[in-house]
């Protein structure tokens, strides 16, 4: 989940609402990371969500759905989602994954 919400703030990076809308290749690969975060989401525990409430699991594996009916999705919603919903979930993911890498590196 973390590397494609890493990889959807790349594609985004030094671009535009307009490159989305304008080159597919860019909103094909956006889309596809947006939906992979989703499903990814969906892939979790009820344990490991709940390890971590803080983020808004349901909310992430929505992102998806509205994904799902591919020619019906527009490009200003995988930009609103990517730009709003990837960048703090990334955050988030760099931390517990930071701290799990220190708590396993001191029980070891």
Request: proline share 4%; charged share 25%.
């Amino acid at each position: 989940m973390r590397d494609f919400a890493a990889d959807a703030m790349a594609d985004l990076a030094g671009r535009s609402l307009e490159d989305v809308v304008t080159n597919k290749q860019l909103r094909h690969a956006l889309t596809y990371c947006v939906y992979m975060v989703g499903v990814r989401a969906g892939e979790l525990s009820a344990a490991a969500r709940a390890a971590h409430a803080q983020l808004p699991w349901d909310r992430l594996v929505r992102m998806r759905s509205f994904l799902t009916d591919y020619d019906k999705v527009r490009p200003e919603d995988v930009w609103a989602s990517a730009m709003n919903d990837i960048p703090p979930l990334l955050t988030d993911l760099d931390k517990i994954i930071a701290a799990e890498q220190q708590d396993s590196q001191s029980q070891s």
